[in-house]
């Protein structure tokens, strides 16, 4: 099945982002925990003479082992993105930086010492020893900066997302040798070019030391949690395979991401209507705040919907108890209207909602009376049009026609209609479903009276937004507005039963609130959204609108490190911005996770 009902376009600020986030402050804070490698240094055979001796020494050899660092704090430099790789542009190269830093080594030197002392008229007296010292070595270092090449990457039998760090090299800069006082090293006769040869021999060992897998543990660890299928609990999960487009790097500024977005119930895909092959938003341009733009497809939400329908979730049942006023579901109630209802005294009823299918979203124009339409609508009518009117504020609509039908029977002018229609139109998305409305009387009876009623109904997705779900998914959330709901008699075994529209009459009370709730729930899950752990949307920066077959988003993301995998949590902090004290800028810190 080709399919791509969700895409996504990720621009510079957001690959900044992300690569500061993680690879930050205390983000690199397991690199200070860095050992740097046991080396051995060849000192070139030298001599030393002074008045009555000279020595010659050869096999000399220090062994540096046991190596630490002092002060050593790489932080965050930059990312760049290259035009190389397979596909071209998901190639990477992070950069870290630290400033002056030292390490403590074990100096052990061995080498043999031939010695000879003489003395005027004698002959000189000569000797060969094998002295074995050791010291401590502190060699001191300008800065290093370490360079990590890295590939964005997904692999199709695991379903998962990865940056595989293909090498990391680092470049100490400015060492100094520090050679310890009692070094037998400090007697030659050149000391210059062999000291520079231990702090040129030092350097390169601590530039050896393996950056790879500690920062390739930290990218590829958040990476993963991208996982190809996000659960949405009740066995509903969304798959996030690539879809025909595919990982992208559109001219190595940015990335793109074109995936499946395919809704499952344990383990079955959603297959119905006509599966979208979804456009790739534009890569956000450097001067955008947002740093990434995704499209969701009706598709995706109908997908949702057959998912929570196959779940059973919207299947209700609903007693006395459940009501606010116990009365509205009481045969008692109701005997004065309907003397059927009279034989069976204050017996309880109980309702029972049956979908008969999934709801259905689709894009179209609708009429939603919100706040600021409201509003707008008080500045543009007479005081007294704008009085009948204050009774259609929550209203929602998918029809002009019932629009107008409901303002003329209020007893607003038709010259009025235009100015209200204008402020209130919009496009939206319409969910229609259809279900079955029961009422049973609890009277003991086997089988169960009962009223059977056909119910359409027609709602009106509104409240988009972003938010993280009770599974920790990001996820596009929406609520919705009821329009219409049409109930049609279509049986009973109540005897003398004669009101059939008092389906109508019931369902407001006993039946809508509840499958509201239910709808609402439905919409709290939403569409999730592949985003990796320990990053979320930024909602105070996040701009959702309904376009001509999807749904656009645009967004900025904070980041969460008390979300991330436990096994990270330790080593990756987060980013805060504070004022500092002294010059009064704005700075960016780094603070611990939770």
């Not at 520079?196 to 990476?223: E, M, N, R, W």
């Not at 499952?264 to 895909?269: I, R, T």
């Not at 319409?430 to 056909?454: C, H, K, W």
Request: aromatic fraction near 12%; proline fraction near 6%.
């Amino acid at each position: 099945m080709s399919v791509q009902g969700v895409t996504l376009a990720i621009g510079k600020k957001g690959i900044e982002f992300f690569s500061q986030s993680l690879l930050s402050g205390a983000a690199v804070k397991k690199l200070q925990n860095l050992t740097p490698p046991p080396n051995t240094i060849d000192i070139p055979d030298f001599t030393q003479a002074g008045f009555g001796y000279f020595s010659s020494y050869s096999q000399f050899k220090i062994q540096l082992s046991n190596g630490r660092l002092n002060g050593f704090n790489p932080s965050y430099s930059s990312v760049t993105q290259g035009s190389g790789g397979t596909p071209a542009g998901n190639q990477f190269q992070l950069v870290l930086s630290a400033g002056a830093f030292s390490a403590t080594y074990d100096w052990r030197e061995t080498y043999e010492d031939y010695t000879c002392f003489s003395t005027p008229g004698s002959f000189p007296s000569c000797n060969t020893s094998y002295p074995d010292d050791t010291f401590s070595y502190n060699p001191g270092f300008g800065g290093m900066t370490v360079t990590v090449p890295t590939e964005f990457v997904y692999n199709a039998a695991t379903n998962t997302y990865s940056f595989n760090v293909t090498a990391a090299t680092g470049v100490a800069s400015g060492a100094t040798a520090n050679i310890p006082g009692k070094s037998a090293v400090n007697g030659q006769t050149s000391a210059g070019c062999f000291s520079t040869k231990v702090s040129d021999a030092t350097a390169a060992a601590i530039s050896s030391i393996d950056f790879k897998t500690p920062i390739s543990q930290i990218l590829s660890g958040v990476l993963k949690s991208i996982d190809g299928n996000t659960d949405l609990g009740n066995g509903i999960k969304f798959n996030y395979a690539l879809g025909p487009d595919g990982l992208g790097f559109p001219n190595a500024d940015g990335v793109t991401v074109g995936t499946t977005g395919v809704a499952s119930y344990n383990g079955q895909a959603y297959t119905g209507g006509t599966p979208p092959v979804l456009p790739i938003p534009a890569v956000p341009a450097d001067s955008d705040d947002q740093f990434m733009n995704i499209y969701v497809s009706d598709w995706a939400i109908n997908g949702l919907s057959w998912a929570y329908f196959n779940a059973g979730l919207l299947n209700l049942t609903v007693t006395p108890s459940d009501l606010p006023n116990p009365s509205a579901l009481k045969a008692a109630t109701y005997a004065a209207y309907e003397p059927a209802f009279a034989q069976y005294g204050n017996v309880a009823l109980t309702a029972q909602i049956t979908p008969l299918g999934p709801p259905v979203t689709a894009f179209q124009q609708v009429w939603l009376f919100t706040t600021d339409a409201m509003n707008l609508l008080q500045s543009q009518l007479p005081a007294s049009v704008y009085q009948q009117l204050m009774a259609f504020s929550g209203n929602a609509y998918a029809s002009q026609s019932k629009l107008e039908s409901d303002m003329t029977d209020t007893g607003i002018s038709n010259q009025y209609f235009a100015t209200i229609e204008s402020a209130v139109s919009q496009k939206g998305k319409v969910t229609t479903q259809s279900m079955q409305f029961e009422i049973y009387v609890e009277n003991g009876a086997t089988p169960r009276p009962n009223l059977i009623f056909d119910l359409q109904r027609t709602d009106v997705m509104t409240d988009l937004s972003l938010g993280t779900t009770s599974t920790n998914a990001q996820s596009m959330m929406f609520s919705f507005a009821n329009a219409n709901n049409a109930v049609t008699f279509q049986s009973t075994t109540i005897p003398r039963f004669s009101k059939q529209n008092f389906g109508t009459i019931l369902w407001p009370v006993a039946g809508e609130s509840a499958y509201a709730t239910a709808m609402q729930g439905m919409g709290q899950r939403g569409v999730a959204i592949p985003i990796a752990q320990g990053f979320s949307f930024l909602l105070t920066q996040s701009t959702l609108s309904i376009q001509d077959g999807y749904i656009s988003i645009s967004s900025q993301l904070e980041f969460k490190p008390s979300q991330l995998p436990v096994a990270l949590r330790g080593v990756v902090h987060t980013l805060v911005n504070r004022r500092d004290e002294e010059t009064g800028e704005m700075r960016v810190y780094a603070i611990a996770a939770e």
